[in-house]
């Protein structure tokens, strides 16, 4: 979790950094193009501060909701609810990667204020996605790797010591064998449950760090804009998918069993980086353009890193791991209720695509 933390607190400086120095590159055609459509800078001010509010609020909502599940029991990890909520959000997940931030990474990067070579004679986008997808693998496989055989050589260290004393210290040699195979099988038990506790971790810091690359992205795209029928739209959609997007991401890290403290710092930092994107948007709007090549360049591999990161984890380990595992293929019921939350959350998050 502190490495985490730090990537937190270098990422945001680092994108600043790039905004800053960009120059703006954009060609004449691009900027004329750029301010067509309505443009009211004193009304969509005033839509930024709603969103501001309004985002903040839906997310700490959203992130919050299954952290609290003591008060409401129906949203305990072991209840049916909490399995049918966590498809609906992982449904979100997947429609705002595939329908949301895939397609502005394509826009961005084959924009026609891009040179043509090389940037629409390679499918840059596609090729971004598919390696952050490959980190998100990797990263995924090694820390289970080297947890398992950490607890593995742990183990077979603990229970050498303990046959060592059951021998010495025990007479009946039956008995203290006996002792030592329950001690065992105790310990793989324990051993499997602190698998699926760092399994969980990994995938709430993993889907965490997508989610906060795009949601820097778009907060920022909101704060330059001074469009308010861009902009109004755009408020509600994100409230939205901020609300059911954190009810996954929270479910994840109530599973993953933090600390309170690990907790709360995960939950503001999803909670308040859209709102802090729409900040620095505002307070960058003087420098930045959205038809610049840098900048074009820069949000459109955020973008296509976020998308790869974004489907990974709602396809892998979010739907295929609950899907595929026991307690949904031992209930067919269940397993149909979570399979029309997945695509009512898909299908209403894809729909929405239609506006903002």
Known sequence: ?????????????????????????????????????CHDKAEAKKLKIIAIVSILVASMIGVCSPLFSRLVPALRPDKDLFLVVKAF???????????????????????????????????FTTFVAMLSALV??????F??????????????TGNDEMLENGNTQIENFGHGHGHATEKIISNDGQDDKESQVLRHR????????????????????????????????????????QLFEGMGLGGCILQAEYRLKTKAIMAFFFATTTPFGIVLGIGLSSVYSETSPTELIVVGILNACSA???????????????????KL????????????????????????AKWA
């Open 89 to 123: 959000s992982s449904g979100v997940i997947l429609a705002t990667g595939y329908m949301h931030v895939l397609p502005d990474a394509f826009n961005d990067l084959t924009s026609d204020c891009l040179p043509e070579d090389p940037w629409r004679k390679f499918p």
């Open 143 to 156: 820390a289970n790797g080297m947890y398992k055989k950490r607890s593995a050589k742990a183990l077979v």
């Open 308 to 326: 790869g990161l974004l489907n990974y984890m709602a396809m892998v380990e979010l739907l295929a791991a609950e899907f595929m595992g026991p």
């Open 202 to 241: 990994v995938i709430a810091q993993v889907l965490e760090l997508g989610i906060i690359v795009h949601s820097v992205v778009i907060g920022l795209a909101m704060g330059t804009s001074d469009n308010p029928c861009t902009i109004r739209p755009l408020v509600a959609a994100i409230c939205f998918h």
């Open 1 to 37: 979790m502190a490495s985490l933390s730090k990537f937190h607190a270098l990422s945001f400086p680092i994108v600043v950094l790039i905004l800053l120095t960009s120059t703006p590159l954009a060609f004449a055609q691009c900027e004329a193009e750029s301010m067509h459509g």
């Open 329 to 352: 293929q031992a209930n067919m019921k269940l397993q149909a209720w979570a399979y029309i939350a997945v695509f009512l959350g898909s299908g209403v998050m894809a729909l929405m």
């Open 136 to 141: 998100a693998l990797i990263v995924d496989s």
